[in-house]
């Protein structure tokens, strides 16, 4: 049987639409589109802070799943203009230069909230090693 864990992020979303912020499956994390909200509700104004926001909660959800932005071999961006194209790709390579996963950028006519101007997911691979499990018995 595989190792499961479920992330959450504690969005009121997460149990109105029935999903989790990641998921981990052996040693595969999967996290859900991440927009970019403060606790309060609240969201800043500009792409570049957003698209950092979204990382941080990002960075977060990998590591309540066992993982780190290191282990991150797959992004997706999600922007409402093009404009902000530029801003948000200098927070992405900030964070992930030297990781270098592969990454989409799509402009998209609209995100679930009208304020959100960005929003990301990731896929990461941990390793080969259950957290749970003794060196070498992976699966097990």
Same mark, same amino acid.
């Given at each position: 049987?595989?190792?499961?864990?479920?992330?959450?992020?504690?969005?009121?979303?997460?149990?109105?639409?029935?999903?989790?912020r990641?998921?981990?499956?052996? *040693?595969?994390?999967?996290?859900?589109?991440?927009?970019?909200?403060?606790?309060?509700?609240?969201?800043?104004?500009?792409?570049?802070?957003?698209?950092?926001?979204?990382? &941080?909660?990002?960075?977060?959800?990998?590591a309540?799943?066992?993982? &780190?932005?290191?282990?991150?071999?797959?992004?997706?961006?999600?922007?409402? *203009?093009?404009? *902000?194209? *530029?801003?948000?790709?200098?927070?992405?390579?900030?964070?992930?230069?030297?990781?270098?996963?592969?990454?989409t950028?799509?402009?998209?006519?609209?995100?679930?909230d009208?304020?959100?101007?960005? &929003?990301?997911?990731? &896929?990461?691979?941990?390793?080969d090693q259950?957290?749970?499990a003794?060196?070498?018995?992976f699966?097990?």
């Amino acid at each position: 049987m595989a190792y499961r864990k479920r992330v959450s992020s504690g969005s009121p979303f997460e149990a109105a639409i029935g999903f989790s912020r990641a998921i981990r499956v052996d *040693d595969r994390v999967v996290v859900s589109g991440t927009a970019p909200v403060w606790p309060d509700g609240s969201c800043p104004p500009d792409a570049e802070t957003q698209a950092r926001r979204c990382l &941080e909660i990002l960075a977060a959800a990998l590591a309540d799943a066992g993982a &780190e932005l290191a282990d991150v071999v797959r992004t997706r961006m999600f922007v409402t *203009d093009r404009a *902000d194209a *530029d801003a948000v790709g200098r927070v992405h390579g900030a964070v992930f230069g030297d990781v270098r996963p592969a990454a989409t950028m799509v402009v998209v006519a609209g995100l679930l909230d009208p304020r959100w101007k960005v &929003e990301i997911e990731a &896929e990461a691979i941990v390793g080969d090693q259950r957290p749970d499990a003794p060196p070498g018995t992976f699966g097990t």
